[in-house]
Each structure stands twice: as structure tokens, then as C-alpha cells.
């Protein structure tokens, strides 16, 4: 990975189905009032992103060519979890649930020319191993889900050459308010920036030597996926 500039972009996602208010974009606006820290020497810009496939697809192309961030780090809601969740690796394939819109992909595909996995620069083993915030577990995953932010996700890999990370959050609560969720998002990319600014990983590198936290999802009709 190649940081491009001073600029952070960190977004989230908009409501869709039951949740009229998604705990994925209260994070981000708590992060904002927080900022990434003083000694980062970074600007921070949030964006809301809709959970709709078409539009993902324009905005996070011109996310990549108008702003050149350092790092882009998209905040998704699982609303079966029960930990911080950060997501590996994006996928090409297996889109094949409506969005907001009722729009699918066609033939399931984010890019139908794209490998199948797309890993992020970021190593989301060592920053879950790194980073501690009181009162929630941060764990890591390989299987993003399927839907919307995975598909994001993977465009945002492609587009920024790695540098680009997706973070899953459980429902705000009484015990997980928003303002905890945007510590702990700061917190976490602060120590996603580190990584960054490392020499990149060698081709083919897999973090399968440890334990990784099992896909949770939520089940519609016959298929799973985690949500926004």
C-alpha cells in the first residue's frame, strides 16, 4: 500500500429495512466530533453512503479520484453481533440480495472481471490484537457477508490499491451507546494508520495461523448476510 495523501475518509451507511436509525452512521458522526487525534497529522471527512448498490458503486469511484485519502474505512451494522468486527478481505461474487431499492447485481457480481478476494494492506489480526476499548471486543473476520458493505467493501479495495479497511458494528444500546462505538472507531484506525505506514505484506499472504471470529449473521427467508 501507497498512502496518497492526508486525508482519512470514514464512512457509513444509511437506513435500510427495520433500521431506521443505523448504529454504523451514529458511530461516525460521534468519530467526527472526536476527530482521529492531534498528533495524526491527518484530515478526517465522513461521509453517508445508502445502502444501495448503484449508488455505492458511483460514490466510492469518486471517493478514490477526487479525495486520494491515506485510508478509507467503511462502517457497516451487523446486527447480530455482538463484537467490533474487522473484515479482511472483500468478495466479488454471491451479491444476490435487494438493496434498499430492490436492485440486485447482475449475476451476483461487484466487478465482473475482478479476482474473487480482494485483501486489504491492512493486517486486521494484528490490529484487533493491538487496539483495546473498554466494554466491547474487537475481533477479525474473513467472510464480510455479502451484502451492501461487503460489496463496498470490495469496490474500495480496488479502487484504492489496498488501502481500505471495513469495520462491522453491533446496535447501539443502553450498554453500547453511539458515543462508546465512536471511541472505539478512533481507537481502531488510529491503529489501522499504523499499519499503513508499514512496508507492504508479501502477495498471497493469508491469516488463517489464527483463530478467526465465524461470519455472524442474520437469516432472511433462505439466504444469510450480514447488514449495514
Known amino acids: 500500500m501507497e498512502p496518497q495523501s492526508g486525508c482519512v475518509v470514514v464512512t457509513g451507511f444509511g437506513p435500510f429495512r427495520q433500521h431506521l436509525v443505523n448504529s454504523s452512521w451514529e458511530a ?4 467526527s466530533k472526536l476527530g482521529l487525534g492531534s498528533d495524526t497529522g491527518v484530515q ?3 461521509l453517508q453512503l445508502p445502502v444501495d448498490y448503484r449508488e455505492v458503486k458511483q460514490r466510492v469511484t ?4 477526487d479525495l486520494q485519502p491515506q485510508l478509507t474505512v467503511h462502517v457497516g451494522l451487523d446486527a447480530a453481533a455482538k463484537a467490533i468486527v474487522l473484515e479482511q478481505c472483500g468478495k466479488n461474487r454471491g451479491y444476490h440480495d435487494a438493496d434498499i431499492r430492490g436492485f440486485r447485481p447482475e449475476h451476483g457480481v461487484c466487478l465482473p472481471d475482478g479476482p474473487e478476494v480482494i485483501e486489504s494492506g ?5 490490529v484487533s490484537r493491538r487496539v483495546a476499548v473498554e466494554g466491547v471486543e474487537v475481533a477479525f473476520s474473513r467472510d464480510a457477508g455479502r451484502y451492501v458493505c461487503d460489496y463496498t467493501y470490495y469496490l474500495s479495495l480496488h479502487h484504492g490499491n489496498g ?5 462491522h458494528v453491533p446496535p447501539s444500546s443502553p450498554w453500547l451507546p453511539a458515543s462508546l462505538l465512536g471511541k472505539a472507531l478512533q481507537l481502531i484506525i488510529q491503529e489501522m494508520m499504523e499499519e ?19 461470519a455472524t449473521r442474520v437469516q432472511w427467508g433462505d439466504r444469510s448476510f450480514r447488514e449495514n
Request: charged share 25%; hydrophobic share 50%.
Open 163 to 167: 488501502c481500505a479497511a471495513l469495520i
Open 62 to 65: 469518486r471517493i478514490w479520484e
Open 44 to 46: 478526517l471527512r465522513t
Open 122 to 126: 491492512v493486517s486486521m489480526k494484528a
Open 28 to 31: 461516525v458522526k460521534e468519530l
Open 196 to 214: 499503513v505506514r508499514k512496508p507492504p505484506r508479501s502477495a498471497g499472504f493469508a491469516e488463517n495461523s489464527a483463530p478467526v471470529l465465524p
